[in-house]
Structure formats: C-alpha cells, structure tokens
Nanobody, 124 residues
Framework: QVQLVESGGGLVQAGGSLRLSCAASGRTVSSYAMGWFRQAPGKEREFVASTSWIGDNTYYADSVKGRFTISRDNAKKMVYLQMNSLKPEDTAVYYC?????????????????WGQGTQVTVSS
C-alpha cells in the first residue's frame, strides 16, 4: 500500500497557474502508475491525468489537455500536476492516486491508493 499526501492547492484567478504536489511513501512507489483526479461540488470524481512508472507515457482528460502537465520524480517519490491557464470550471478537490500493477491507468477502479485531496478554487 502507498500513502499519498497532496499539497499546493489554493485560490487563483482565471488564467493563473498552480502546481500540485503529491508525496508518496512506500518502498516500491516507482512501480505504480500515478494519477490525478478531481471532484467538483455536486459532481462525480473524474480523471484528470496519469503517468506511467517512469513517466514515459501520460494520459490527459480532453478538458485539461494542453493546459495541465503531469510529471513524477521517483527518486523523491513525488508526483506533480502543473496547471496553467486555469478556468473557473477547474475548481474542484484534486486527488492524487496510485495504481499498483499497472504500467499506466485511467480508470478510478484501477487506483487502489488515494490521498485526502487538496482544494483548488479558480475565481473569474
């Protein structure tokens, strides 16, 4: 099992940027696919982005493609989500997640470890 702690959320104006960080603990973090999901008020949690074991493969939701970048540093056991050109519709709680046994993944059901989430609010 992997423990995950997110940080970096906050309040930002539309058009601004934020970088979310996810600190992972566990001996084999490098063998997990890592992802970011988000849940807006009154909506279901949705996939945002994911990265493979060594970061050589990434997936993005269409809504964030070209604006968000996921990356990882296995030596530091960190995963990042750089968010640029933020929009009010990006407002949500953002969750970091880890998928064991998958080179990469996008389905929530594939991710067995989740962080507590960090709030991102984008004002118009």
């Amino acid at each position: 099992q992997v423990q995950l702690v997110e940080s970096g959320g906050g309040l930002v104006q539309a058009g601004g940027s934020l970088r979310l960080s996810c600190a992972a603990s566990g001996r084999t973090v490098s063998s997990y696919a890592m992802g970011w999901f988000r849940q807006a008020p009154g909506k279901e949690r949705e996939f945002v982005a994911s990265t493979s074991w060594i970061g050589d493969n990434t997936y993005y939701a269409d809504s964030v493609k070209g604006r968000f970048t996921i990356s990882r540093d296995n030596a530091k056991k960190m995963v990042y989500l750089q968010m640029n050109s933020l929009k009010p519709e990006d407002t949500a709680v953002y969750y970091c997640a880890a998928a064991s046994g998958y080179w990469n993944a996008i389905r929530q059901a594939d991710f067995g470890s989740w962080g507590q989430g960090t709030q991102v609010t984008v004002s118009s």
